[in-house]
């Protein structure tokens, strides 16, 4: 996956700070060409996410080998998979708690709004057209029509599945060469959403910056604990020491870390997983290529914290019930999000843009975004590495158990 550069790292770092003095500048001509670039960002993030999740996740599925390798190799990775997921974005929803719901500073001069009834909720997205499921920016709908099309596809006859693993694929790859393009002009959509901000904090008198630091906080805690004691508690758990495992893998996450890939890390992590720990290559050859597609803890994390607290900012209410129901959809949305470049940032675009809030604080939360990627894509790897040894040794002892005595 392409990466943002250096130079538009620092291009990135230029726009945010001239975001921050136009508002200064007075100049009114400035302040409209902002919106109109926000406005246009805005539509471009919700034009190129759905295709993007939909034709990741079917390109994924459609990719696989067969179905009988799914039920059994690739249930254990799910399996383990889906948990540690579900437990990353249950992290945030707990930080969250504990921090404390932020104080709306966008459109402060609206009354608080509450989310409708969730059972509501749940039944108005389920999809009853495919055409107005992609219209209506129907995210939930979206996956569904990807994981039913995707495992259609993944059991018709190999002369049937291969032309349209191919077309998926290649059409797939097609968006993200789009999507590469988009992102060269991300700073530019930056200066708008930040303009934009300060004039909004300036009118409405909020000259301080604490919700976005108060969600740095929530994003990287909950990446820390999930690597340092969730997933050290989950290999001990199996009796598998979490030391050897981190050090047999060590350089792979210093990749991981510096790359921001974890496909880029991918021939590295096999090698160490099978020469310094001894997994067998029929395990590693399948589990960490499926993880990497789909084993997503620090993603699921931000978009969790990026809906609700965003959300939040904006006036909109979330019960306990929905923020449950958050944590599942966060996770699926995260599963979902198969080689996409920025892909937890688009995820939760749309997801916000599905709510009905405002994306000038995504604008906000791209500047550091970068190092926010670092940390995840090496929260990513090594949750990869502790589920691939625990899938081991599970195959390991269900051999033992099934050889015949003596």
């Known amino acids: 996956m392409k990466r943002p550069s250096i130079s538009q790292n620092f291009a990135i770092l230029i726009a945010l700070v001239l975001g921050v003095m136009t508002p200064f500048l007075r100049l009114d001509f400035l302040l409209t060409g902002a919106h109109i670039i926000s406005e246009i960002t805005v539509k471009t993030l919700q034009l190129i996410s759905l295709p993007l999740i939909f034709l990741s996740v079917v390109a994924t599925l459609s990719g696989m080998e067969n179905l009988k390798r799914l039920k059994s190799l690739g249930s254990k990775v799910f399996k383990y998979t889906l948990l540690t997921t579900i437990i990353a974005a249950s992290l945030a929803c707990l930080l969250y708690l504990a921090i404390g719901q ?99 904090i300036l009118v409405e008198g909020v000259a301080n910056y604490k919700p976005i630091i108060t969600f740095l906080i929530i994003v990287t805690s909950a990446n820390l604990i999930q690597g340092i004691i969730v997933l050290p508690l989950l290999l ?119 709510v009905g809030v405002p994306l000038e604080m995504m604008g906000l939360v791209l500047p550091f975004y970068a190092l926010i990627d670092m940390l995840e894509t090496a929260l990513n790897v090594w949750s990869d590495c502790c589920v691939t040894a625990i899938v081991s040794k599970e195959l390991e002892e269900e051999e033992i158990q099934g050889l015949p005595s003596v």
């Open 102 to 200: 932020p104080t709306p500073i966008l459109g402060m001069d609206q009354a608080p709004k509450t989310s409708p009834n969730l059972l509501e909720t749940m039944l108005s997205l389920y999809p009853s057209n495919v055409l107005g499921t992609f219209t209506d920016g129907n995210v939930f709908g979206v996956m569904l029509l990807a994981l039913a099309l995707g495992s259609a596809i993944l059991v018709l006859p190999q002369e049937q599945k291969d032309p349209l693993n191919h077309f998926f694929s290649s059409l797939f790859s097609a968006f993200l060469k789009i999507a590469s393009f988009i992102i060269q002009f991300i700073p530019l959509g930056i200066w708008a959403f930040v303009a934009l901000f300060v004039k909004n």
């Open 236 to 354: 001990i758990s199996k009796r598998i020491s979490p030391k050897k495992v981190f050090l047999g893998v060590a350089g792979a996450l210093n990749v991981a870390f510096f790359s921001k890939s974890s496909n880029a890390t991918l021939p590295i992590t096999l090698n160490l997983m099978e020469k310094r720990l001894g997994i067998p290559s029929k395990i590693t050859s399948f589990a960490l290529p499926l993880c990497t597609t789909i084993n997503m803890n620090g993603c699921a994390a931000f978009i969790f914290t990026s809906v609700v607290f965003i959300s939040a900012l904006n006036g909109v209410i979330f019960s306990g019930t929905h923020l449950i129901a958050w944590i599942f959809i966060a996770t699926m949305a995260a599963i979902g999000n198969a080689g996409v470049p920025m892909g937890c940032f688009f995820l939760s675009s749309a997801l916000l843009s599905g």
